[in-house]
Structures are given as C-alpha cells and as structure tokens.
C-alpha cells in the first residue's frame, strides 16, 4: 500500500512538471486552467465511456443546485470513483496514466501542446484549437 501512494506521489509530481515544461509555470500554478483542464479531460473520458451530451448536461445542472464542496475532499471523491471506473472498463489505473505521460512527454506532441496553448483565447476556459491536434 505505501509503494502504491510512493508511487502515485512521484506521479503526481512528474505530471506538474510536465505540465510546467510544455505551458510554462504560470499555467501549471493557475487554479482556473487546471480546473477548465481536468474538466476537459474528465467530459472526454466519459463521452469516450458512451455517456450523451444530454446526460452531461442533467449532471451539470444536478451538481450546479448543490453547494461547492471542499477541494480537498472533492479530489478525493475524484480518485475514489476514478479508480473503480477504470477497472469496470478494464483499464489499469497507473499504467493508463503513465503510457499518457510518456506519449505527452515526446518532443512532437510537447511541441503541438506548446502551439495549441499559444493560439489560446486570453480569458477563455476552451483550450486553443491547432489544426490536427487533440490533446
């Protein structure tokens, strides 16, 4: 169970630092973008699971009635449902997540990360769009 959480850490700490190689560090620290990112990723997992527009659309509308939760508690109930999402699809977790780090991780795909952050629109949470890209 440690070497697991030792090794979630390292990956938690080798992801920032990718974050902050291909945007720079101001990117990687903004609060806003993270959240517009993870939000990104978190629609893109699931319409890739089969969920409908419509469906995410009643659970925006659900979770937008609510108070906000705690981050810190709210991060938690992310792994705590992600984890079992990820074995119901047969997918190993850490293996998921370090195959995505190393494919981001190469000189042709930081460089498309790189221009597609660059064509960004200031203020916008949609990420920039570069021809061919889908990162």
Known sequence: ????A?????????SVAWVRE????????CREERAHRFLEEALELVQAAGVSE?????LVAYVFARP??????E????????????????VDLMAAGEAELARVSTPEILAKC???????IEGSPLPGQVKGTQE
Do not use: C, I
Request: no cysteine.
């Open 75 to 90: 991060t938690g109930g992310v792994l705590l449902t992600l984890a079992p999402f990820a074995a119901a699809h047969g």
């Open 54 to 58: 419509e469906e995410v659309l009643k």
């Open 114 to 120: 790189r221009a597609k952050n660059a064509a960004r």
């Open 6 to 14: 030792q090794h979630a850490t390292s990956f938690q700490v080798r």
């Open 22 to 29: 291909a945007f720079g560090t101001e990117p990687a620290q």
């Open 68 to 73: 906000a939760g705690d981050v810190t508690q």
């Open 1 to 4: 169970m440690e070497a697991l």
